[in-house]
C-alpha cells in the first residue's frame, strides 16, 4: 500500500493568486500523478511528474498554468497559477504500486 | 479513444437489494479495469479491478462482469447495505511508459445510495 499525505486539505484563495499543493509519500515511488476533480465530476489527470525530468501534461493543461515540481522520491508540488473560479476543485495526488493506483486525500480549492 | 463511459449517473437502492453500474470503453490497449469507491472528502479506494483476459471476477460482494468483445464491464454489489452509500468509479488504465498502471482514465461517477 502507499500512505499520501496532501497540504492543505482545503482553502479558499483570491483570484488572480497562487496556490501550491503539496504531496508527501510514505515510501519512494518512481512516478506521483496528479489528478483534478471538478465538482461532481470525475478525476481527469493533469500531468505526471518524474523525478529528475519535467513533468508530462496531459491535453488541455499547460505547465505555466499548472508548474510541478518533484525535488526527491517521495515529494512533489502541484502549483494552480493565475486562479479563477473556475479552478474551483478537488486536487488528488497519486502513485501507482504494482496495478495499483493510491489517492491522498485531495486539497479542496475555492477560488473566490 | 480513451473515453471511459459510466451509467447510472445516480442510483437509489433498498438494503440488501443489488447494485449494477455499468462502464464501456473505447481503447482496445486498456489492459486493466479498477473500480474505485470515493466517500466524501476522502480519495477514491481500489475496491475492486480485473483483467480482460478473464470474464468475471468476485471479493465478498462485489463482483465486476466483463465482457471484452462489447467492450463493457459491470459492478454489482449484492446484499447492499447503507454503508456502501458513497460514489463509484469505474477506470481503465495500461501499462505504458513506465507509468505502471498509474495514468488511470475514469468514468463519470456514479452517486450510490442505499436506503435502510
Known amino acids: 500500500s502507499a500512505v499520501i499525505s496532501q497540504k492543505p486539505s482545503r482553502d479558499i484563495c483570491q483570484r488572480g493568486t497562487s496556490l501550491t499543493i503539496q504531496c508527501q509519500v510514505d515510501?519512494?515511488?518512481?512516478?506521483m500523478f496528479w489528478y483534478r476533480q471538478q465538482p461532481g465530476q470525475s478525476l481527469t489527470l493533469i500531468a505526471t511528474a518524474n523525478q529528475g525530468s519535467e513533468a508530462t501534461y496531459e491535453s488541455g493543461f499547460v505547465i505555466d498554468k499548472f508548474p510541478i515540481s518533484r525535488p526527491n522520491l517521495t515529494f512533489s508540488t502541484l502549483t494552480v497559477s493565475n486562479m479563477s473560479p473556475e479552478d474551483s476543485s478537488i486536487y488528488l495526488c497519486?502513485?501507482?504500486?504494482?496495478?495499483?493506483?493510491?489517492f491522498g486525500q485531495g486539497t479542496r480549492l475555492t477560488v473566490v | 479513444q480513451q473515453q471511459v463511459k459510466q451509467s447510472p449517473q445516480s442510483l437509489i437502492v433498498q438494503k440488501g437489494g443489488i447494485s449494477i453500474i455499468n462502464c464501456a470503453y473505447e481503447n482496445t490497449a486498456f489492459d486493466y479495469f479498477p473500480w474505485y469507491q470515493q466517500f466524501p472528502g476522502k480519495g477514491p479506494a481500489l475496491l475492486i479491478a480485473i483483467r480482460p483476459d478473464v470474464s468475471e471476477k468476485k471479493e465478498g460482494r462485489f463482483t465486476i462482469s466483463f465482457n471484452k468483445s462489447a467492450k463493457q464491464f459491470s459492478l454489482h454489489i449484492m446484499d447492499s447495505q447503507p454503508g456502501d452509500s458513497a460514489t463509484y468509479f469505474c477506470?481503465?488504465?495500461?501499462?505504458?511508459?513506465?507509468?505502471?498502471?498509474?495514468?488511470?482514465?475514469f468514468g463519470q461517477g456514479t452517486i450510490l445510495t442505499v436506503h435502510p
Open positions: 497519486s502513485v501507482a504500486r504494482a496495478v495499483e493506483a493510491f
Open positions: 477506470a481503465a488504465t495500461l501499462n505504458a511508459g513506465g507509468t505502471s498502471y498509474g495514468k488511470l482514465t
Open positions: 515510501s519512494q515511488v518512481t512516478m
